[in-house]
DNA sequence: TGAAACCTTCTCATCAATGAGAAGGCAAGC
DNA sequence: GCTTGCCTTCTCATTGATGAGAAGGTTTCA
C-alpha cells in the first residue's frame, strides 16, 4: 500500500510516516515512480512505534530494540548475532522499560484509588 | 533545603527545578533574601515528577494528576471537590497511563524473550 | 486534454524539555 | 575586606517530535 492509505489506517499523518523512514524505524520499498510501497504488516508496526514514541521511548531507542521483538523467524536467534555489549543494551533497557511500567502502574493506581474513595465517601454521606 | 541540596539529592539540575517551578509542578517557599526553601518531602516529589516526565507524560498532565496522586488527608476527599469533568479527566488519564503500561510491559516481555531464546540456543548448541 | 487526487522532496516553524552562560546579590570563612 | 560558593533572574541555544506549505511529478477518470 501507498503511503496515504497508511496514514488513513494508521492515523498517523504522512509527514511522520516519512520522518520514521528518515529515522530508520521503516523501510518501505520503492515503486519505480519512486512511490513508497508498505506491506500489510507496516499497519502493526506503525501502530507499535507509536505505542512506544507515547510511552516515552525515543526513535532511538525504538530503532535499536525494534529488531527484537516479534521476530517469529529465527534470524536473529543464532548465538552469535547476540555480541555481549547487544545483550547488555537490551537487558539495560528492558530494565528501563521496567521502571517506566513500576512508575505508570503505581501512580494509575493512585488515581484509581482516588477516585473510589471519593465514590465511597459520597455514598457514604448519603447522597 | 535550597536548590542546590535538593539538586544533589535528586540528581536533577537546578535549571530544571526551577522550570519545574515555572511549570506550577513545584512550589517551594521563599526565604527573605529570595532563595527557594524546599521541604524535605520535595525530595520524593521531584524523583515522583522525574519518573512521570521520563515516562512520556508532559508537564501539563503531571501537573493536573499531581494533586491526586499522595494524599494521606482528605483534604480532596470531599465528593465536592470532585466535579464530574475532573473525574472524566483523571478516568481518562488513567485509561491512557493504562495504555503506556501495556504497551511497555508487552515489549518488555519480548526483549526479555528474546534474550532467554537465544540463551537456551547457546546452551543446545552445545557451547 | 484537463482537473483532481495522489505522490515526491525540501524548507521553515513550533513546542516541550533541557543545556548553558551572563550579571549580580548574599553569606560564611580566612 | 575579599574570596568563594551558592543563590537570583534573564536570555539564548539545542534537540526530538511534530505541523505545514511550496513546487513539482504521477495516476485516474471524465
Given at each position: 500500500?501507498?503511503i496515504?492509505?497508511?496514514?488513513?489506517?494508521t492515523g498517523?499523518?504522512a509527514r511522520?510516516?516519512r520522518?520514521?523512514?528518515e529515522?530508520?524505524?521503516l523501510?518501505?520499498d520503492?515503486a519505480?515512480n519512486?512511490?513508497r510501497?508498505?506491506?500489510?504488516?507496516?499497519?502493526y508496526q506503525?501502530?507499535?512505534?507509536?505505542?512506544?514514541l507515547?510511552?516515552g521511548l525515543?526513535t532511538?531507542?525504538?530503532?535499536?530494540?525494534?529488531?527484537?521483538?516479534?521476530?517469529?523467524?529465527?534470524?536473529h536467534?543464532?548465538?552469535?548475532?547476540?555480541?555481549p555489549?547487544?545483550?547488555?543494551?537490551l537487558?539495560?533497557?528492558?530494565?528501563?522499560?521496567?521502571?517506566r511500567?513500576?512508575?505508570?502502574?503505581?501512580?494509575?493506581?493512585?488515581?484509581?484509588?482516588?477516585?473510589?474513595a471519593?465514590?465511597a465517601a459520597k455514598?457514604g454521606?448519603?447522597?
Amino acid at each position: 500500500m501507498r503511503i496515504g492509505e497508511l496514514s488513513r489506517r494508521t492515523g498517523v499523518p504522512a509527514r511522520m510516516l516519512r520522518y520514521y523512514e528518515e529515522q530508520d524505524l521503516l523501510r518501505p520499498d520503492r515503486a519505480v515512480n519512486g512511490y513508497r510501497i508498505y506491506p500489510e504488516a507496516a499497519v502493526y508496526q506503525v501502530q507499535q512505534i507509536r505505542g512506544l514514541l507515547d510511552s516515552g521511548l525515543t526513535t532511538d531507542i525504538i530503532r535499536r530494540i525494534i529488531p527484537f521483538l516479534d521476530r517469529p523467524d529465527d534470524i536473529h536467534l543464532h548465538p552469535d548475532c547476540l555480541t555481549p555489549e547487544l545483550a547488555d543494551l537490551l537487558r539495560s533497557e528492558a530494565a528501563r522499560i521496567q521502571q517506566r511500567v513500576e512508575c505508570l502502574s503505581r501512580n494509575r493506581d493512585r488515581i484509581l484509588a482516588y477516585l473510589e474513595a471519593v465514590e465511597a465517601a459520597k455514598l457514604g454521606a448519603g447522597r
